[in-house]
C-alpha cells in the first residue's frame, strides 16, 4: 500500500480484556516501530523491530505488552488484561532501514478501557 | 538523558507570522532531529530533519537552527498560514538506536 495501515481505527473494550492491534508497514520498509500516545504522557516509544535482529522492547510499560513481526511484514502488539491507564492512541512507523532513517507513521488505533 | 523539551506548549500567530518552536535535549549521543506535524485524528508526519554536521537546514517556509554547543535546536515557520494549524513535535534519535524520543509538542494555531 501507499502508506502504513492499522486496524482497528478504534477499539473500546473493558478492563481485564485482552486486545491485538495490528499494523502493516510500507512495503519493503524493513524497520517497524510501535509508539503509544496519550494526553499525559505525549509520543513514547514502545517496540523497535529491525529486518531479522532481536526487537528492542525497552519501552513496553509492563509484561502485560508484547509485540511479534511475522515475515518481518506485519506486526501484532497485544496488550493483556488491559487496564484503564492504557487507553491511549497506539501509533505504528515504519522505515527503510533503521537507525537515522525518516520513520513513516500510520494514523493510530484508538484505544479506550472502560 | 533521554528527555527532550519542548517550548511553548500551545502559540498563536497572524496568518503571515513567524512561528517559532524550540527544543532542548541533553543526550549528546544524538545525532538526527527531526520535526513532524500531526492533525487532529492522524499519525505525524515528517515536516523536515537535520543533522548535528549542519547548524540550519531550510525547505520552503520551513527552517531548522540546530546549536549543537547548546544542545538545542529550534523551528521557524515564515509565512505562517492557517492551514499549519496543527500539533508539531520534534524528536531526537541517537546514533545506535532506531527509536524516537519525543518532546511534548506544541500545539500551533494560525489565525486568519
Known amino acids: 500500500g501507499a502508506g502504513v495501515s492499522q486496524s482497528p481505527s478504534n477499539k473500546v473494550t473493558e478492563k481485564g480484556k485482552d486486545v491485538e492491534l495490528r499494523c502493516d508497514p510500507i512495503s519493503g520498509h524493513t524497520a517497524l516501530y510501535w509508539y503509544r500516545q496519550s494526553l499525559g504522557q505525549g509520543l513514547e516509544f514502545l517496540i523497535y523491530f529491525q529486518g531479522n535482529s532481536a526487537p528492542d522492547k525497552s519501552g513496553l510499560p509492563s509484561d502485560r505488552f508484547s509485540a511479534e513481526r511475522t515475515g518481518g511484514s506485519v506486526s501484532t502488539l497485544t496488550i493483556q488484561r488491559t487496564q484503564q491507564e492504557d487507553s491511549a492512541v497506539y501509533l505504528c512507523a515504519s522505515s527503510l532501514a533503521g537507525v537515522g532513517e525518516t520513520q513513516y507513521f500510520g494514523p493510530g488505533t484508538r484505544l479506550l478501557v472502560l | 538523558q533521554q528527555q527532550v523539551k519542548q517550548s511553548p506548549q500551545s502559540l498563536i500567530v497572524q496568518k503571515g507570522g513567524i512561528s517559532i518552536i524550540n527544543c532542548a535535549y541533553e543526550?549528546?549521543?544524538?545525532?538526527?532531529f527531526p520535526w513532524y506535524q500531526q492533525f487532529p485524528g492522524k499519525g505525524p508526519a515528517l515536516l523536515i530533519a537535520?543533522?548535528?554536521?549542519?547548524s540550519e537546514k531550510k525547505e520552503g517556509r520551513f527552517t531548522i537552527s540546530f546549536n549543537k554547543s547548546a544542545k538545542q535546536f529550534s523551528l521557524h515557520i515564515m509565512d505562517s498560514q492557517p492551514g499549519d494549524s496543527a500539533t508539531y513535535f520534534c524528536?531526537?534519535?541517537?546514533?545506535?538506536?532506531?527509536?524516537?524520543?519525543f518532546g511534548q509538542g506544541t500545539t500551533l494555531q494560525v489565525k486568519p
Open positions: 537535520i543533522r548535528p554536521d549542519v
Open positions: 524528536a531526537a534519535m541517537g546514533s545506535n538506536t532506531g527509536k524516537l524520543i
Open positions: 543526550n549528546t549521543a544524538f545525532d538526527y
